[in-house]
């Protein structure tokens, strides 16, 4: 069964707000399904990132939906990520911690849950004028979990709250842009091959940058 969110406050106070003073312009929903759960894969430039796409998510699919957060960020940093990463289970990541999947394998625990997932493949956030090698973390979950991905073009949280400020501009300029679901059914049982896992990411940094009008320097 599908689980369902309630979604009353995002309804009625965080998808209102954003639209009105955040977002230009928000294509693709029609992309975006019900049937299944899925990861979105969404460059980053900003932490304003996961407020422009979440509510969407949220209102489309009726799924429980978490992202993969920066813990000293969202977990210990300012009270309003702090609400935020509780208010949707964010999935913790520790910054330098190499080798480890765990948060990986968290995302695919909440897929097998039937919730969606959010991840930025490139890691970190970039300037928005390109988009940086995507890390092939985007390509296990996809292919540990077998859900599609969905890739997400954002533009313009660069120029309203880039990195290094904690307070961002409000200005209506922000597009979002949602693709269609990508299915990588011929890498099944190929997690551990570098080679796959690099063609996979690469694929949805590709149809990320298409969807954004970015250089992708992978």
């Known amino acids: 069964?599908?689980?369902?969110?309630?979604?009353?406050?995002?309804?009625?106070?965080?998808?209102?707000?954003?639209?009105?003073?955040l977002i230009k312009e928000e294509a693709g929903r029609e992309n975006m399904t019900r049937?299944?759960?899925?990861?979105?894969?969404?460059n980053h430039n900003s932490h304003l990132d996961e407020f422009v796409t979440m509510p969407a998510i949220l209102m489309s699919t009726r799924r429980k939906t978490h992202f993969f957060a920066d813990?000293?960020?969202?977990?210990?940093?300012?009270?309003?990520?702090?609400i935020m990463a509780k208010r949707f289970e964010a999935i913790p990541v520790d910054r330098g911690k190499d080798g480890s999947d765990d948060s990986l394998k968290k995302g695919v625990e909440y897929l097998?849950?039937?919730h969606n997932v959010i991840i930025y493949?490139?890691?970190?956030?970039?300037?928005?004028?390109?988009?940086?090698?995507?890390?092939?973390?985007?390509?296990k979950i996809a292919l540990w979990s077998g859900a599609p991905v969905i890739p997400v073009g954002v533009w313009g949280t660069h120029l309203l709250m880039p990195k290094g400020k904690h307070k961002p501009d409000i200005r209506k300029i922000v597009t979002v842009k949602f693709g269609k679901p990508m299915s990588f059914q011929e890498f099944s049982g190929q997690a551990e091959n570098r080679e796959a896992l690099r063609e996979v990411t690469d694929r949805i940094m590709l149809a990320i940058a298409d969807l954004v009008g970015l250089e992708y320097r992978g």
Request: charged share 25%; proline share 8%; hydrophobic share 45%.
């Open 112 to 114: 097998m849950k039937g």
């Open 1 to 21: 069964m599908r689980p369902f969110v309630y979604l009353l406050p995002e309804r009625i106070v965080m998808l209102p707000l954003i639209r009105h003073f």
């Open 121 to 139: 493949p490139e890691g970190t956030r970039g300037d928005g004028f390109y988009l940086m090698k995507g890390k092939v973390g985007v390509a």
């Open 35 to 42: 049937d299944i759960p899925c990861i979105f894969a969404v």
């Open 71 to 82: 813990r000293k960020h969202w977990f210990q940093g300012k009270l309003y990520f702090r």
